[in-house]
């Protein structure tokens, strides 16, 4: 699930792989901030997830089912009464698991959440006329449902003497790559010259992140940095209540609240529209086309009078209440990492902890929050990725989180780093002078650093 510049944005969808492009990012920081590391954690055990594939290019897609004009009834989303009460234990977590210390009626939202978010939608139930995947697991699996995935996203748009320009009449700045019909697919316009892709983002941890209040992410503005490094927040106006926020989802930080980033994914990512995007995407920005494809009326995610919630609410009940990842295995070599890890100056961005504020979710409620991110905006020179979007210019990207590295290569925003070696090396802009610092490490040094992050 992908987001839009002009269009709503999907902080979906990007890659924790990525985040470890960051960890150079950082530049000289407090080494005294570093807590001292958790106990060793069993490795999880191996996920057996099969997912549904994601479509395969329309032109061998079979023909949709009749339209009739109006979305069909939901499928009863009663299903989940309150199961017996089990809490996950903090200790055998594994990806894709709920949130320890769970309600049962917060357990049954959770699975409830889980069943929208895997199912695959039909063109008779809102998806397309044009779209990317079919569901959200499509792009969130690895290495467990809600997680990453490889799967890319194309955005584009035009630069002309320093200005972004988003292409918005021409269908801009996300492609959408399938048609439920097997035609109308968008096309990148003559006019791009700037075409990136872009990795699906890791939802593990995602209600703890919201959690964090905004004045907590300010804060980090504040803090004395060195070396060159800044960072400022993304300051949006959130969608889904009409409020000024602080951003931190997405590589450009372009949603605050879940909610508002399950909407914008449903409308990008699928093509279904809701209460807060009620507008279709037209193709390459033809409304003609559109109108001959679209025969579904709007918005096509309605609320559910029984339970008083729509799809994008329930998977965003699912995505509050994942677990954050588990941390792997702490060796004397990941010990000796943490430490260089605060010496060449990575925690000036990826702070290792930050606290959530008072929360009715008591699994949500004054937690602590081991994500390794400021969640703020950074200039990051040539990794960046030439798109403006949200507050972000186009040389910035937020700290990605680095929790659940190790599951999420390849790495950086569109993938391009096979290795998290090759991702800290591609550091830039203000992650410069902490990247030469690790470019001066011996061969041990490195690799217990590298221990270290893929222990997270």
Request: charged share 15%; proline share 10%; aromatic share 4%.
């Amino acid at each position: 699930m992908a987001s839009v510049t002009t269009k709503p944005n999907t902080t979906m969808k990007a890659t924790l792989g990525s985040l470890i492009l960051a960890a150079a990012l950082s530049a000289g920081g407090n080494a005294s901030a570093q807590p001292a590391p958790p106990a060793p954690v069993p490795p999880p055990p191996p996920q057996n997830n099969q997912q549904p594939p994601p479509p395969q290019n329309n032109q061998n897609n079979q023909p949709p089912p009749p339209q009739t004009g109006k979305a069909p009834p939901k499928r009863p989303h009663d299903q989940h009464t309150p199961p017996p009460f089990q809490q996950t234990n903090p200790q055998t977590v594994r990806p894709g698991d709920a949130l320890p210390g769970l309600t049962p009626d917060q357990l049954a939202a959770f699975m409830d959440g889980k069943d929208d978010f895997v199912q695959r939608e039909t063109p008779a139930g809102g998806l397309g006329p044009i779209f990317n995947r079919d569901s959200c697991v499509a792009c969130h699996s690895q290495p467990a449902i809600g997680g990453s995935s490889n799967v890319n996203v194309t955005r584009f748009g035009k630069s002309l003497n320093g200005i972004f320009d988003p292409l918005e009449a021409l269908g801009g700045s996300l492609l959408q790559d399938n048609s439920i019909l097997g035609h109308g697919i968008e096309l990148i316009p003559t006019e791009a010259n700037i075409v990136t892709l872009r990795q699906s983002t890791p939802l593990f941890g995602l209600g703890l992140i919201e959690a964090i209040p905004d004045a907590t992410i300010l804060n980090n503005v504040k803090k004395v940095k060195i070396d060159g490094i800044q960072g400022r927040a993304a300051i949006i106006q959130d969608i889904s209540s009409g409020q000024t926020r602080v951003g931190r989802f997405g590589w450009k930080a372009q949603q605050a609240v879940i909610l508002s980033f399950a909407a914008d994914a449903y409308v990008n990512e699928m093509g279904i529209t809701n209460r807060f995007f009620p507008t279709e995407n037209a193709p390459n920005g033809n409304t003609a086309l559109l109108a001959q494809l679209d025969k579904v009326a709007d918005p096509e995610d309605v609320v559910d009078p029984k339970s008083g919630k729509a799809d994008i609410d329930r998977a965003a009940d699912f995505m509050r209440l994942l677990a954050p990842p588990p941390r792997g295995p702490i060796t004397t070599s990941v010990t000796t990492g943490s430490a260089l890890f605060q010496q060449v100056g990575c925690v000036n961005c990826h702070t290792p902890q930050m606290t959530t504020g008072t929360n009715k979710i008591e699994a949500l409620n004054l937690k602590s929050v081991n994500l390794y991110s400021d969640l703020l905006l950074h200039d990051m020179g040539t990794l960046g990725d030439g798109i403006a979007q949200g507050n972000a210019g186009v040389r910035e990207m937020k700290t990605p989180p680095l929790w659940g590295l190790r599951g999420s290569a390849p790495y950086l925003h569109n993938g391009r780093a096979l290795t998290v070696d090759d991702a800290i090396k591609a550091h830039d802009g203000e992650a410069k002078i902490t990247r030469d610092r690790y470019l001066l490490f011996t061969a041990q040094q490195k690799q217990q650093l590298l221990d270290f992050l893929m222990s997270l």
